[in-house]
């Protein structure tokens, strides 16, 4: 079992700041994986998981948890029949070239996200109408409590969100996906990451959208924009010009530079529109919002 101590966190996240985690390891098998949340358990040490890190802020005095990354079997993909079998540790990238060489469409909404299918499925991500409950056949989740096997259902997937907590780790995703002829993923993939280019800052460092949309209807980057709150800037992290749901690093950013963005984007958006904006991005460490 390779377990490090005081693993700085900011390059394992897209926003680029965050302290180290107390504990870190990279399990490459199931039972790498078992065993090391056999140890935390024993040592009554909290376990988190990141992925690419692309919706995680960090808190700058770091985590006290064991912190896991997933590698080896528990990031490899495979196609079985019309479906996918990933690590969750797959990075959506990969399973999207594997899906599309094999034939098989479907998942081409996660082409501009950029995490690991694990981390999607945590978070229901999604994309253009579409999303990880979409595409779900089952997950299998490993935790202190040992391995089940469950739905998008079972799960609870929902805009941006889950029934998985903290020490829950989703070790392979099975994703139902259908014949379709690459040429035509491929043209569907272009289409999607150039009106993507168009409208948010993919060229920055950034944690992707920073609240949830509110209401179906109100947009939280749109009430961020009407409260004049494009380009404002706290230390080295700034309110995206191109999209103000995005907040980015716009060099020696802080995990406290941006959570001084959040409040404020909350106080304004609550002001003006009398609604509570609620963070999409998950906090690792003792991150806190100031209350309303
Ligand atoms: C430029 C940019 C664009 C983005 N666009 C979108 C978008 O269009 N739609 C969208 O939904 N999101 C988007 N995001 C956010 C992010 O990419 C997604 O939420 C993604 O699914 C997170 O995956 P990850 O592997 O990076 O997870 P992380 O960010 O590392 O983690 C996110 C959460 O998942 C948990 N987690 C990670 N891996 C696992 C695992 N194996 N088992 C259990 N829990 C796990 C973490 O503990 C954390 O709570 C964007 C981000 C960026 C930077």
């Given amino acids: 079992m390779k377990l490090a101590e005081h693993v700085g966190l900011d390059r394992y996240t897209t926003i680029g700041t965050g302290g180290p985690a107390r504990w870190f390891a990279e399990p490459a098998s199931l039972d790498e994986l078992a065993e090391l949340l056999a140890w935390a358990a024993g040592e009554r040490i909290v376990v988190e998981t990141v992925g690419l890190g692309s919706n995680v802020l960090v808190h700058d005095d770091g985590v006290d948890a064991l912190v896991l990354r997933l590698r080896g ?116 993939v272009a289409a999607l990451l150039a009106q993507r280019k168009q409208t948010q800052p993919t060229n920055k460092r950034t944690f992707g959208s920073v609240f949830k949309n509110p209401r179906p209807d109100l947009g939280a980057g749109w009430a961020i924009e009407q409260c004049g709150l494009k380009g404002f800037r706290s230390g080295g992290a700034v309110v995206s010009e191109r999209h103000a749901n995005f907040i980015e690093n716009a060099g020696g950013a802080t995990a406290a530079d941006c959570l001084a963005l959040m409040a404020e984007a909350r106080v304004r958006v609550k002001e003006r529109f009398a609604v509570e904006l609620e963070h999409e991005v998950r906090f690792l460490g003792p991150l806190e919002l100031p209350p309303l």
């Fill in 73 to 188: 079997t528990l990031a490899e993909v495979r196609v079985d029949g019309e479906q996918l079998v990933a690590g969750g540790g797959a990075t959506n990238a990969v399973c999207l070239h594997r899906a599309r060489d094999a034939g098989l469409g479907g998942f081409e909404f996660a082409s501009a996200i950029p995490g690991t299918v694990g981390g999607g499925v945590r978070m229901n991500a999604g994309a253009y109408g579409r999303d990880f409950r979409a595409v779900l056949a089952e997950a299998v989740v490993v935790s202190a409590a040992g391995v089940r096997t469950a739905g998008a259902d079972e799960l609870a997937l929902a805009y941006r969100s889950s029934s998985l907590g903290q020490g829950d780790v989703v070790a392979q995703v099975r994703l139902r996906l259908e014949p379709r002829h690459p040429v035509a993923i491929r043209a569907e």
